[in-house]
């Protein structure tokens, strides 16, 4: 959000004027409806690389940030999924334990895990993110190119401002 947008925001709120429509049930309510639309796409997308390629959401993801974060980290990997180290932990040895993942000591940080995928990995990896692309398509079919970069663009916006939001608070995000 650009300084001038912010500041106008600010007097909005100094004036009494809301920014979000009025919330008449827990429907209206912003996270209600992201967390909604979250749960289906998650379910939708779930039963489906489960079923055609044989991971886990979870699974997917770590292996997606390992490729895209390369050299990854296991603590990098955890803040972009805000998962648990646990839960983490059993996906990264269960990804290892099906030959698509290593686990190395970092050079620079005798303490840090990196990750890494092996050729079987990325084999994976390609279909599946090439399946992740087709199901974008189908997720954003009701919209036009011009309004799926708008909905992105405010996505990022949003999600920026709500890592600054944490970080303010303290949080971890």
């Given at each position: 959000?650009?300084?001038?947008?912010m500041?106008a925001?600010r007097a909005k709120?100094?004036?009494?004027?809301?920014?979000?429509?009025?919330?008449?049930?827990?429907?209206?309510?912003l996270?209600?409806?992201?967390?909604r639309f979250?749960l289906l796409?998650?379910?939708?997308?779930?039963?489906?690389?489960?079923?055609?390629?044989?991971?886990?959401?979870?699974?997917?993801?770590?292996i997606?940030?390992?490729e895209?974060?390369?050299?990854?980290?296991?603590?990098?990997?955890r803040?972009?999924?805000?998962?648990?180290?646990?839960?983490?932990?059993r996906?990264?040895?269960?990804?290892?334990?099906?030959?698509l993942?290593?686990?190395?000591t970092?050079?620079?940080?005798?303490?840090?895990?990196?990750?890494?995928?092996t050729?079987?990995?990325?084999?994976?990896?390609?279909?599946?993110?090439a399946?992740a692309a087709?199901?974008n398509?189908?997720?954003?079919?009701c919209?036009?190119?011009e309004?799926?970069?708008?909905?992105?663009?405010?996505?990022?916006k949003?999600t920026?401002?709500?890592i600054?939001?944490?970080?303010?608070?303290?949080?971890?995000?």
């Amino acid at each position: 959000m650009g300084e001038a947008a912010m500041q106008a925001n600010r007097a909005k709120k100094a004036e009494g004027e809301k920014i979000h429509p009025e919330i008449l049930s827990v429907t209206d309510a912003l996270s209600f409806r992201v967390a909604r639309f979250s749960l289906l796409n998650e379910r939708l997308g779930g039963m489906n690389f489960q079923k055609r390629l044989g991971v886990t959401l979870n699974e997917w993801r770590v292996i997606g940030l390992t490729e895209a974060l390369a050299p990854a980290t296991v603590s990098d990997v955890r803040k972009m999924l805000l998962m648990d180290k646990g839960q983490l932990s059993r996906s990264v040895r269960g990804l290892v334990a099906r030959g698509l993942l290593l686990t190395h000591t970092s050079p620079e940080d005798r303490r840090a895990v990196t990750l890494s995928l092996t050729a079987k990995g990325r084999v994976l990896h390609g279909k599946v993110l090439a399946e992740a692309a087709m199901r974008n398509e189908s997720v954003v079919g009701c919209f036009t190119a011009e309004e799926s970069a708008e909905f992105l663009r405010l996505l990022d916006k949003l999600t920026a401002h709500s890592i600054a939001r944490a970080e303010a608070e303290g949080i971890t995000p």
